[in-house]
């Protein structure tokens, strides 16, 4: 029978650890590979990643579960409520459309037969009105054209009409408005609202030519 030398006996012996060594760590690199599974730290898993639940079908909460973490498959009512509880942010404001025309009676800012404007009273406040709806809008000019009844001649009305324009004008350079925006004319007589409906004289026919005492302000080039 055949001795085994010394020198390989020493050699099985480091080989055959060696051997069994490598498998080991094989194995363990497996279960170290299966267990880097990615699984929610709110819940429990098995070792498939699968939710564990209890024997009633709830799922079980891990030490890290908050009701924000909840997923649809364990608490839908809970998802629900953090989605439901999400704030809508609130639509912008329309912003408030400009004037761009607008006709104000002369009898509410002047007296009869005057270029005078009242010290106070509803036509003043609604030039006031006018201005500040227009202080934030970008425009070219502004047009203020004055008209007259058909009381007295052509050529006193046109010039009444026309310091009627230029009176509203001024007030609204006192407001604030450049006067170099502002287009200040009269008409006189000219596109009558009550066209030939009115008859008579003295208060009656005074009263029915109301409408075309009139002062109108149009904001032209609104950006």
Known sequence: MKKLSTKNTLIG?????????????????NIDQDRTIKKPEAYGVDDRGVVVR??????????YWTPAMAIP???????????????????????????????????????????KLKSGGHGIQSLNDFVNGIQSVKYDR??????????????????LSHKRAEAVKAHLVSRGIDPNRINASGKGEADPVTGN?????????????????????EV???K
């Open 13 to 29: 012996m480091i080989l055959i650890p060696a051997m069994f060594s490598g498998a080991v760590l094989a194995q363990v690199g």
């Open 54 to 63: 209890n024997t009633t079908g709830l799922c079980w909460h891990t030490g």
């Open 73 to 115: 498959e364990c608490e839908p009512d809970l998802v629900k409520k953090e989605v439901a509880a999400a704030p809508t942010p609130p639509a912008p404001a329309p912003a408030p459309a400009a004037p761009k025309k607008m006709t104000f009676s002369a009898d509410a800012l002047f007296d009869f037969d005057s270029a």
């Open 142 to 159: 502004i047009d203020v054209v004055g008209y007259a009844d058909r009381i007295g001649s052509d050529a006193y009305n046109h010039k």
């Open 197 to 217: 409906s009115c008859h008579g004289h003295g208060k009656e026919l005074k009263a029915c030519l109301a409408p075309d005492r009139r002062v109108e302000i």
């Open 220 to 222: 032209i080039g609104i």
